[in-house]
């Protein structure tokens, strides 16, 4: 398979929604091209499955190299494996159910898609790079799209909430280029993941470029306390804005935090691993009990998301093999979760014209499709077996108990406490939402999902629960990866 | 007599060009409307005859020399008095005195290729004073206007200043060294204190044609009272000539200073980015702020000379290519608005995007250049800067950098906003670009989007330098 047709497929349909002349041209063309994405994400899964099977002892499938730059040595080097086709699957997933759930935007149709689009092709793109000069390239691509989205499309103090996002991914940028930097001169003048993977780095090097690169990331996964972006920016941008920064952007500065960082510098991880893990301990907690007191829906999932990606930076920082697949798994579980949370809150905004939790009650009556989702996703949220969530959560648990000794026990216990706050922030605010009397009369005539919503949210439903009944095939996929990722930092098999 | 035909081509196709427009104006004279489209197709011919029939080779005993690289950089400053010419052909139209203003700044452009072919320090001197005299006559081209004028007498006044200081160090040079010759000086320099002296007052001069801090302070007055053709000269063009002249003076001529120029070049560059940023957070004006905003960029114009080999003057070299595309067309639009409504404050731009989408879209990808980010060429040239100026270890300095970039994103982001997302009840109205101009921000854009990308142009500029 040509991994080019992964970024191929969204430039393409960017430039397509570009040409075209009405609004109902640019939703249909922005349709059509991101199912052609999904098809493709999943052809790529199968290829790569096949593939993986002949010959399993190769880390990297479907490479191809091209040289860009002789001097700073460049490469336009690209290749999957299992945790990149699961990220690529969560972004072909997300970025569908976004074109889907923004359909009735009306202010600058066709601008809004381009950019949509764009910030998707930084992923795709983000998520293929084996060069990391290419990778920091697609990753700072999405800093327009999202500053704009932000900016034009969203509510509240939108101007703000933009330019908070854009200088603290910025901030964050400017520390990973140092860190690349780093590296490039420490590991002999190459860019090349692979090549870097097969040096050895002094590990006195290692402690000063690995802090740079994980809070670089961090910065784009909320790591605390670099996570003051969040809460605003998602609270902010548009719905499907919301959906791509909290699913797909944020898994960005986690991807980062283990394939780059975690992964090019063992001795740096290994020196840090225990500051991390108080750091996301804290995370985990603190945006529990943070969303405990939030009113507004946005805000809760804000929140949420903060103590939800905790998990998977704790995961990478626990360093056993099921804690490491564990929290790529809760990136993608928390990837689909946030995506239809926020979708769903959308379609409520849309109808209601708040995001009050205390404003609103009784929806079930009217809007039976909508709250239901609201309830599975809240149950997603917080754990119930048989969802996404639970299986993910679990795994980073068991994992972290692997690790003797008490420091671990207590961080995964009290990582493990959060689960119970957030039992009680969820269930308040759907109970308060969707169940009880009607508190507003001119509710009683609002309309259930359209078509698009339906068709959003049944498709990220899919995904949750496909992960939820039968983990076995993303454990099939990321198992082996995450095994060569502790064999590398840990020496061991 | 063939070589120097040869060697000396671009200076005899330029000079040709300011007799010809000399005799036009003493002659019968034309209508703007047939001498501008003129002018352009000769500039564009400069242009491109610039790339062919290069040879290397010096003539007058090392006085003159040239080489490929040298040749290229003639090329972007020809290409950027090109664009200038599109960009500007608005208020170009309008001017009374149109051949005069392409006299002016022809001669300033010849003053740049006899300063960047410079073999001894006499010649580098007088071309020197060639490609500033013209330019503050240009500076005071709006005639009517006192803020021209203004700016007009302290461009020459500081000027007159800094030559005064180049002057100095030339002669405490040629007393300690014995040479003017740049090939000769290099193996007489001891680093004795004379010549340190010597060399600080040369740097002077260089820092105030640059506009490094703290030899800033002429530029922001100047570039708010000129026309912005003038300004867009002044910030790109000469700039560039200056700052390839600065590479080879360092690399070459004082090389055996190295590790004071290294210092004096990191010192001054982390102040010049922190001053030029800094002040560009509060202007108002649109031309002040993006006089600052050059300021900012010439920091990290330091950052790539600092790296001392190869890489550092290729990376120079690519970032101004890409700055004459970005910061011309930030101007071009600039100069479009200001001549087509008058308005020139940053408040004006609001709500612009709802009238005059092109000219927003062209105006935010070439602030996001000069921000560098992707995936504009800025980005590119950012990073190669960086990248040149990392190759000596310094993190420190690197991390002040790349915290200047954020810096800088604010306040561009501060336009950007304006354009797209603040409200205004009543935007600028929807203003007609002459086809010439829209074809110059075409080529901008194009430039900007694409420099970066195609990875040739910038393998190729490494493969000119020997």
Known sequence: MNLLLIILAPLLTALAVLACRNKEQVKWTALAGSLAQLMIAFLLYFAFRQEKEANESVQMLFQQDYALFKNPNIHFHIGVDGISVAMILLTAFVVIAGVLVSWNIEKMTKEFYFLLILLALGAYGFFISLDLFVLFFFLEISVIPKYLLIGIWGSGRKEYSANKLALMLMGGSALILVGILGLYFTAGR???????????????NQNYIFPL???????????????????????????????FLAGISMKLGGYGCLRVAAYLLPDGMKEYANIIIVLSAIAILYGAFATMMQKDLKYINAYSSISHVGFSLLGIAMLTQTAVTGAVMQMISHGLMTALFFAVIGMIYDRTHT???????????????????????????LGLPGLSGFVAEMTVFMGSWENTGAFYKIATIAAAMSIVVTAVYILRAIGQTVMGPVKNESYLSLKDARWNEKLAAIILLAGILAIGVAPGWLNDLLRPETGHFMHKILGIK | MNDFIILMKSELVVTAIIFLLLFIKIGKGMRNETLLPLIQVLLLINVLFSFVFNKEGSLFDGMFSTTSMIAFQKSILSLGVYLISLLCSGWLKKSEHLPEFFMLMLSALLGMFFMISSGNLLIFYLSLELSTIPVAAMANFDLEKRISSEGAMKMI?????????????????????????????????????????????????????????????????????????????????????????????????????????????????????????????????????????????VGFILVGISAGNSVGIASVVFFILVYVFSNLAAFGVADIISTGSGKESIDDYKGLYKTNPFLSWIMTLALFSLAGIPPTAGFFGKLFLISAGAMKANYTYIVIVALNMIVSLYYYLIVVRAIFMDKNEQPIEKITISKTAKLALIICGAGILLVGLLSWIYDHIQSLIQ
Not at chain 2, 178 to 196: H, M, V
């Open chain 1, 190 to 204: 190459t860019f090349d993941i692979l090549q870097i993977a097969n040096t050895t780095i002094v590990a006195e």
């Open chain 1, 213 to 243: 690169l994980f809070a670089g990331f961090g910065v784009f996964t909320a790591l605390f306390p670099l996570h003051t972006w969040v809460p605003d920016g998602h609270s902010s941008a548009p719905t499907a804005g919301s959906m």
């Open chain 1, 355 to 381: 995001r009050m939790v205390a404003e609103m009650g009784g929806l079930m009556k009217m809007l039976p499709f909508i709250s239901t989702v609201f309830f599975i996703v809240g149950l997603c949220s």
């Open chain 2, 157 to 297: 006044l500081s000027s007159a200043f800094s030559s005064g200081i180049l002057l100095f160090g030339i002669s405490l040079v040629y007393g300690t060294t014995g040479t003017i010759l740049f090939a000769e000086i290099p193996s007489q320099l001891d680093n004795s204190p004379l010549q340190i002296l010597a060399f600080v007052f040369l740097f002077t001069a260089f820092a105030f044609k640059l506009s490094i801090v703290p030899f800033h302070l002429w530029t922001a007055d100047v570039y708010e009272g000129s026309p912005i053709a003038s300004t867009s000269f002044l910030s790109v063009v000469s700039k560039g000539a200056v700052a390839f002249v600065f590479i080879t003076a360092l690399y070459k001529v004082f090389q055996p200073l190295e590790e004071t120029w290294y210092l004096m070049l990191v010192t001054l560059s982390v102040a010049t980015m922190v001053i030029g940023n800094l002040f560009a957070l509060r202007q108002k004006n649109i031309k002040r702020f993006l006089a600052f905003s050059s300021i900012a960029q």
